[in-house]
């Protein structure tokens, strides 16, 4: 059993809300079998006509993550976009008429995943809300607990391979994993209606990918907004999917989606929607097929307005060679020789014991991963 640290000024008071709001509302526990099958989840009477049609709304929040999903008038949320995605967030639950969720998952701490979170346990009620491994003591993460804390609900951390049901649709989640870093501590979800597979990766990078065990999907929800981290070649190879969803910010400063990732994806011939190019996306799973309101995107990368773009097109019968090179000049960032990725601040707590701190152009760093805690932040 994992106890979540909220390491704020207002960690007395939070703890002293959690203990009087719940005996174990400040733990993270693992569910058990009745919860993890969807038991507290409200009986329909035999009157109720059920339909096998699931909608799959992906929100236009830019460059993070907030996914909508409907089943027979029961819906379920996964992640909330970031901080100042609030009001929209809210307000386009609302005018899909959801009046309760059934579950929401936070597929990781980041504020690009979580940020609006207290706005929608605030505004909208909620029946369970499932949480990742893994601690963290910024703000946002702090307003979201407090939030569930007012709320009575207690964040429990899902076992792997619990399922939970949404209608006529359910999850299960393929990951739940325990690593020092956030992003591959993300909730992967699989979401199966009739016979249409869906593959919600949060921001698992390739060493989660290489681990999960799944194979064919119909929909992926590209992981961590397109870095070159994710969706490896291999991992593409594996699960095979028709059609990608990837939600990203236009003129993003991370220059998400990266080349490599885009290459892949048009080098499998994959039908691609952004958000950066449809802003809402919707798919209509019928249990036998899916649907789009999206048009298809070209094989892109980062959309930025610093940068000279070149259509990747993918052809069956071909190798693909046209590569896209990323912007590599232009704004300052920092890293340490021995680190892995570059930072867009030197105040960085990540950086707060490095003696030696490199600054120049992200060419001249070496680095291709941006740092998650200066996104998050």
Known sequence: ??????????????SSILILLSLSACSVKDIDAQTSTGNNSTKETNSVVTSNESELHFIDTGNSDAILIKNNNKFALIDGGDNDDEERVVSYLKDQGVKELEHIFAT???????????????DIPVKNVYVSNGDSDSKTYS?????MANKGLSPSVPLLNSEFKLGSGKFKVISAANE???????????YVNGNDKVLLMGDAEEKIERELDVSDVDLLKVGHHGSRSSSSSSFIDKINPKYAVILVGANNKYGHPHKETMYTLASKNIEIHRSDECGHIVFKSSGNGLSVDCKVSAYTPSINT????????????????????????????????????????????TLSRSKTINSGTQAESGKYDPCDRCISN
């Open 108 to 122: 990781h701490p980041h504020a690009d995943h979580i940020g609006g979170l207290d706005a929608v346990v605030n």
């Open 143 to 147: 307003a979201f607990i407090y939030a």
């Open 1 to 14: 059993m994992r106890r979540y640290n909220i390491k704020s000024k207002g960690l007395a008071i939070i």
């Open 180 to 190: 020092k870093d956030p992003n591959n501590n993300s909730l992967v979800l699989e």
């Open 306 to 349: 610093n940068s000279e773009n070149t259509n990747i097109k993918p052809d069956k019968n071909s190798t693909i060679t046209t590569i896209v090179e990323d912007n590599t000049k232009g704004d300052i960032v920092y890293w340490t020789s021995n680190g892995k990725s570059y930072h867009s601040t030197k105040f960085c707590p």
